[in-house]
């Protein structure tokens, strides 16, 4: 799964990478992104190229008419079964997107005692998560919103030694074909095992407040050998 990740972004890197479009902005970085909070979201564009909007982390279809908080967690969406999954399947067919993310966390160990672990590209690039978005109307405020979830799959080798589900990376040069492809499943499969680096990071990051979002979360983490 991925349930926490962060977002440190250039407008010149998305546009060289995804061919943004629109009016250059600066992208506050965040280091602990939790969801239903706001988040960038690349997208197609109505008039070409992509565009990159903000959206809630955790997808709320068009039907859902309960209360946000009667609804199931939905900010990650399963590879194997997005396609047919009444929640997703809408939105796989017409509204698929990229999240891009500086990296992302995954914890080991016991409860109680779990490890936090970062991961980021070896390229330095930011990644981009298969992702699908919606655009409902809030039932709590009737106001019109978009949401979002990130895909993910089984796990390669490498990352299995950490967990046994991951985000579905995509290769740049693929983005094209996954929001506007006709064979997108094609696609839903774990990156290549040498793409990522990984390291301990402080504890910091297991809460997720406003004081706990800072750039030392990233840093690996300080070892005491005893």
Not at 58 to 85: C, H, I, S
């Amino acid at each position: 799964m991925c349930g926490r990740f962060t977002q440190r972004l250039s407008w010149e890197e998305l546009h060289r990478l995804a061919d943004l479009i629109g009016q250059p902005r600066n992208l506050a970085p965040r280091y602990n992104i939790a969801p239903t909070t706001q988040i960038e979201v690349l997208r197609p564009a109505e008039t070409g190229g992509n565009e990159l909007v903000q959206m809630r982390w955790g997808l709320v279809p068009g039907w859902w008419k309960k209360p946000l908080k009667d609804l199931p967690a939905t900010f990650n969406a399963r590879a194997e079964t997005v396609a047919e999954k009444p929640m997703f399947r809408t939105a796989f067919k017409t509204r698929r997107c990229i999240i891009p993310a500086s990296g992302f966390y995954e914890w080991t160990g016991k409860a109680g005692a779990k490890t936090p672990h970062y991961f980021s590209a070896r390229s330095g690039e930011s990644l981009a998560f298969a992702a699908l978005w919606e655009q409902a109307t809030h039932p709590d405020t009737g106001e019109p919103f978009k949401s979002t979830t990130i895909i993910v799959g089984a796990a390669n080798n490498w990352m299995n030694r950490f967990h046994d589900r991951q985000p579905v990376i995509l290769d740049w040069r693929d983005a094209n074909a996954w929001m506007r492809g006709d064979d997108p499943g094609a696609l839903l499969r774990a990156p290549p095992e040498e793409s990522l680096n990984e390291w301990i990071v402080s504890t910091r990051v297991n809460k997720a407040g406003a004081g706990d979002d800072d750039a030392s979360l990233v840093d690996p983490a300080e070892t005491v050998l005893l």
